[in-house]
């Protein structure tokens, strides 16, 4: 899994406990109250090049040639490869989201947006080659064919994860983007899922003007001073207020687009586009799940190590607990590339794994396409 940080690829080695086996012709086991259901075996990182950091970021701003797209899908693919290869040996599926560089979830004639679509890179087949393991990837443009906006995703993942009969639970993200579930319990037609905005995007757009790739341990936003004014003119952001279901991307969400920033000094940037990103969540807490009940929150994502950040949002989501995803026994750093692996599971069985209310689709979808291994 990469996402919009679009700083690396995380990897996990998942086993799914009480489900059948791939493959098999068993029905879709339903869920119990116990929670956990799955356990991870194995996790790496591996950091993108600076190089190909840079091409990912271009192509999200729009500014590659066909060509450069089409060899950066394939540089991607082995990259990805590669990475799953280390915990590869034990593993019966490979699961690849590839690396979203463009989405577009909503028409809106001033950006150009005249059709609906999704563009995740990182080649399926190279990965099959290198593993020599069958591949699920490329999610999102079965759900946008069914009318939805192919996200969130992970939301039917979490529940399968961590839903818990009669807790009130919230699995937050803080990746690139911030998004949410919201699970009241276990059965999916409660489940509430969207993007609520920025999260790690602008911060590390900020960081970068000092020469640093993100603000580690929110010092870079901690010696600046936050720019009230324009905090509350960008708070009026048209996407905040939009119901969901609803989803964003990079293509919302930068510096360039965040009017008067850049009359700000570096570490006054910093430390307005933090304020800015914990309001955002805070504001859609308040709007959108409290009015219907919650009773703790649990956080994933390289946002959980920036405590400036994360103190910001527990002070204005108190008293409802903020806690780390790993009290309910998964790494933070795990959390949706674990997803994506039950997405792929789901999908490699024939079931269904999308939950159109939460993506605004008319009908749940099998997403994920197959590419076959060939002869060992």
Avoid at 302 to 308: D, E, F, S
Wanted: proline share 6%; hydrophobic share 40%; aromatic share 6%.
């Amino acid at each position: 899994m990469s996402g919009t940080s679009a700083d690396g690829v995380d990897c996990v080695l998942l086993e799914l406990s009480g489900f059948p086996a791939l493959g098999s012709s068993d029905a879709q086991p339903m869920l119990s109250g116990t929670v956990p259901r799955a356990r991870i075996l194995g996790q790496t990182y591996r950091a993108y090049p600076q190089s190909l950091r840079d091409d990912v970021l271009a192509a999200a701003r729009d500014e590659l040639t066909t060509s450069h797209i089409a060899q950066l899908d394939f540089e991607l693919g082995q990259f990805l490869g590669e990475a799953a290869l280390e915990l590869s040996g034990e593993a019966q599926l490979i699961v690849s989201h590839g690396q979203t560089v463009y989405h577009i979830p909503r028409l809106d004639e001033k950006r150009g947006w005249h059709t609906l679509a999704t563009l995740q890179l990182g080649q399926a087949a190279l990965i099959a080659e290198i593993t020599a393991r069958d591949v699920i990837s490329d999610f999102r443009p079965s759900d946008l064919a069914a009318g939805g906006q192919a996200a969130p995703l992970v939301p039917f993942a979490d529940r399968i994860l961590f839903a818990q009969e009669g807790v009130k639970r919230a699995i937050h993200n803080l990746g690139g983007l911030s998004n949410l579930t919201y699970l009241p319990g276990l059965e999916p037609e409660g489940v509430l899922a969207f993007d609520t905005g920025p999260a790690n995007c602008l911060i590390d757009e900020a960081a970068a003007l000092l020469g640093q790739r993100f603000d580690e341990g929110g010092r870079l936003a901690s010696s600046g001073r936050v720019d009230r004014t324009l905090l509350e003119r960008w708070t009026q952001n048209p996407y905040l207020s939009l119901e969901p279901p609803k989803s964003t991307g990079r293509e919302v969400w930068n510096l360039g687009a965040l009017e008067g920033v850049f009359k700000l000094e570096p570490r006054d940037i910093a430390a307005t586009v933090t304020a800015f990103t914990a309001q955002t969540i805070v504001q859609a807490y308040q709007k959108f799940v409290l009015p219907r009940g919650l009773d703790e929150v649990y956080v994933a994502g390289g946002g959980t190590q920036n405590p400036l950040l994360m103190s910001l949002i527990a002070q204005g989501l108190a008293p409802v607990p903020v806690r780390p995803l790993e009290e309910l026994g998964m790494p933070s750093s795990a959390r949706e590339a674990a997803a994506f692996a039950v997405l792929g599971y789901y999908a490699c069985q024939g079931w269904a794994n999308t939950l159109p209310h939460t993506t605004g689709a008319r009908r749940a979808t099998v997403a994920g396409k197959w590419t076959r291994a060939g002869p060992k």
